[in-house]
């Protein structure tokens, strides 16, 4: 049981380079999102998805594009990167909360992207 | 304003202390609390969920108060092993998931 997956584990990047990050998960949950943590500033919601075919806007969705066009996948797109761009994401999936209103979610184990 | 705030701490203490992290929500109409215990560069894990009469897992003790819109992590007889970033999260109407910066605790032998 893979649980939630993230690819690739690291990227280096250049300036205005475009890459696509993925999240694949094998529990058939229903949201998914898309973080990033710095230092100091803790988790903060890039994007989120609420089910296949749905995306919307978390806290900084500057810069980031996203779609989820299957269920078990939510891919995280950088069109023209940025040095400010440079963190660690991670990806995490949820069940149905009118499944369960307490229900954890799981993470990937991390992107570490580096822009230069 | 932030729909999550916590200490930073950090908190060093001597093993077999008790400890206690708080954490402010700004929205009272979220719905779900959490702590998430995170360690050096790896992915946050579920803690314990936070109930509204208050839960309780072997040494942790979570505590919710709507009316101050907080919640608590209180840890007895700390073990080296505590040693990590303790993450509150909070789940609005939303269902966005929001974390607080996170604490960071070290625990000293």
């Known amino acids: 049981n893979a649980g939630v997956t993230q690819t690739p584990k690291f990227r280096v990047l250049k300036t205005g380079q475009s890459m696509t990050l993925l999240c694949a998960q094998d529990?058939?949950?229903?949201?998914m999102y898309w973080y990033r943590q710095d230092p100091g500033m803790g988790l903060r919601l890039i994007h989120y998805s609420v089910g296949e075919g749905t995306t919307a806007k978390g806290e900084v969705p500057d810069g980031y594009n996203v779609s989820r066009l299957k269920k078990q996948n939510f891919l995280l797109g950088l069109e023209s990167a940025a040095p400010s761009q440079t963190s660690v994401y991670f990806c995490?999936?949820?069940?149905?909360?009118?499944?369960?209103?307490?229900?954890?979610?799981?993470f990937g184990q991390g992107t570490r992207l580096t822009v230069v | 304003r932030k729909e999550v705030e916590q200490d930073p701490g950090p908190f060093n203490v001597p093993e077999g202390a008790t400890v206690a992290f708080n954490c402010t929500y700004s929205?009272?109409?979220?719905?779900?609390f959490f702590w998430y215990r995170q360690d050096c560069r790896k992915e946050p894990k579920l803690l314990m969920s936070?109930?509204?009469s208050g839960n309780e897992d072997g040494r942790f003790t979570a505590q919710l108060n709507r009316a101050s819109q907080y919640i608590s992590l209180l840890i007895r007889d700390s073990k080296l092993s505590d040693s990590a970033t303790y993450l509150c999260v909070v789940i609005n109407t939303g269902n966005q998931f929001y974390f607080g910066t996170g604490t960071s605790l070290t625990v000293i032998p």
């Open positions: 529990m058939n949950h229903e949201y």
């Open positions: 936070v109930y509204s």
């Open positions: 995490a999936s949820r069940k149905d909360r009118f499944l369960d209103l307490n229900t954890e979610a799981f």
């Open positions: 929205n009272s109409a979220s719905q779900s």
